[in-house]
């Protein structure tokens, strides 16, 4: 499994990949779900992938081979970031119906797609993708998206974040989500993926992978574990009908 | 969908489930998936059920008149929570291959079960029963378990839950895991049956039905939301090299 989640927010926008793959939990990898392309000033455009991960790489391949050929449209030369998204969705649902890939697509191990970014002069834009080849696009009343294992760490994005959110809450809050997800999940797997990217900067980030032994991570852990206890001791006492 | 969890703890155990059914967003109807069995100072019996509810009331109802014929063994006079744990799971098996349900169990709508409480003279247990008639028990390692959907409300009960915690704090902790997985899931819903059972009274407790309205379950929902804000601002701001 995987859990990847992005942010579409006022100041930027923040996405985060954990990096572990398993086939059965003695067969566990790591490999980056995180993927950019861009061109500095012109266009920055980041992938997050979830799913099954031939498929996944199939459909990067397709991508980085489409720019690199530079004839047929392509991300880094299509018009607007939703064509950029309707064009992966076009090449994972190719790929899904190629005889290699088709049976897990059946068994319900497709892949789906994160991708945001922004073109120089047009919204900084974030989609989610679905292996059927449709999308549909984050607002202000939805800023985030999450893809894969995502239930866990699904809470603390609904109560904490929303689009005026600061990049700084938005970095806490997900690595409280990805944090309460892998360890409560198996499947998903320090490091973590991490990048912010900043309006109108048109210019990819280099990002950072945090690890388990990350001391800001350590140290947010560690806030967050005692802050809950503090919080569930603060409350009121339940009243004596709860006892009944 | 269904949200069940029970707690095994030194001073007793709580039992919560929801009571939303839905077949479709459109058919939701509300049915408690809370039954009691027990005579007041011999046995005291809790039973949570999630998945499908013509399986779980099929199981119930078999429970019952077993009990009503009070012939063969029965939830009342089995000479152990092992061995009632073991009834539920023969006769979820048995139910679940009947021709009308096995189309449901093939599918994976099979139903699951928590059944815990107290013999008279006999150490508190809680036991988690899968449909095909097997079963764990919970221990000091792990005092609870959930059955339904989960995930949204594990990542609390995970740091917050140990078979020292207090009953007070167990009620807490339930409310905040049921409430965080009913605003983040449709097809879990109010209200909740809560009971707690203190140990070695031997005795069922009547119960509540927490209600959306409930003033406590606002109180604690009030004090929880602004505890996490306070709590992912108290972080400290995190370093610059999670935004390169």
Same mark, same amino acid.
């Given at each position: 499994m995987?859990?990847?989640? /992005?942010?579409?927010?006022?100041?930027?926008?923040?996405?985060?990949? &954990?990096?572990?793959?398993n086939?059965g939990? &003695?067969?566990?990898?790591t490999?980056?779900?995180?993927y950019t392309?861009?061109? &500095?000033?012109? $266009?920055?455009?980041i992938?997050?992938? /979830?799913g099954?991960l031939?498929?996944?790489?199939a459909?990067?391949?397709?991508?980085? *081979?489409?720019?690199?050929?530079?004839?047929a449209?392509?991300? %880094?030369?299509l018009p *607007?970031?939703? #064509?950029?998204?309707?064009?992966?969705?076009e090449q994972?649902?190719s790929v899904?119906k190629?005889?290699?890939?088709r049976?897990?697509?059946?068994? +319900?191990? +497709?892949?789906n797609f994160l991708l945001? +970014?922004?073109?120089?002069?047009q919204?900084?834009e974030?989609?989610q993708i679905?292996?059927? +080849?449709?999308?549909?696009?984050?607002?202000? #009343?939805?800023?985030?998206f999450q893809?894969?294992?995502?239930?866990?760490?699904?809470?603390?994005?609904?109560r *904490?974040?929303n689009?005026?959110s600061?990049?700084e809450d /938005?970095v806490?809050? %997900?690595l409280? *989500?990805?944090d309460?997800t892998? $360890?409560?999940?198996?499947s998903?797997?320090?490091?973590i993926?991490?990048?912010?990217?900043? $309006?109108?900067?048109?210019?990819?980030?280099?990002g950072? $992978?945090? &690890?388990d032994s990350?001391?800001?991570?350590?140290?947010?852990? /560690?806030?967050?574990?005692?802050g %809950?206890?503090a919080?569930?001791?603060?409350? #009121?006492?339940?009243?004596d009908?709860?006892?009944k």
């Amino acid at each position: 499994m995987t859990y990847c989640a /992005a942010l579409n927010l006022k100041e930027g926008m923040v996405f985060a990949s &954990d990096t572990r793959t398993n086939a059965g939990v &003695d067969h566990i990898s790591t490999f980056k779900k995180m993927y950019t392309f861009g061109v &500095d000033g012109e $266009r920055s455009i980041i992938m997050l992938t /979830a799913g099954n991960l031939a498929t996944s790489q199939a459909v990067v391949n397709l991508l980085r *081979s489409g720019i690199a050929q530079g004839s047929a449209p392509n991300l %880094l030369n299509l018009p *607007s970031l939703f #064509d950029c998204a309707m064009l992966v969705g076009e090449q994972a649902s190719s790929v899904a119906k190629t005889s290699q890939h088709r049976a897990h697509m059946q068994e +319900g191990f +497709g892949s789906n797609f994160l991708l945001g +970014g922004q073109i120089n002069g047009q919204p900084q834009e974030l989609y989610q993708i679905y292996q059927e +080849g449709n999308c549909i696009s984050a607002t202000e #009343d939805t800023p985030f998206f999450q893809i894969g294992e995502s239930k866990y760490g699904k809470p603390i994005l609904d109560r *904490s974040i929303n689009h005026e959110s600061s990049l700084e809450d /938005a970095v806490r809050a %997900l690595l409280v *989500s990805f944090d309460s997800t892998i $360890r409560s999940n198996l499947s998903v797997g320090f490091p973590i993926d991490l990048m912010v990217y900043r $309006r109108n900067s048109c210019t990819l980030p280099a990002g950072i $992978r945090v &690890d388990d032994s990350d001391p800001y991570l350590h140290n947010i852990r /560690a806030q967050w574990s005692e802050g %809950l206890k503090a919080i569930l001791q603060q409350f #009121d006492v339940p009243p004596d009908y709860y006892f009944k």
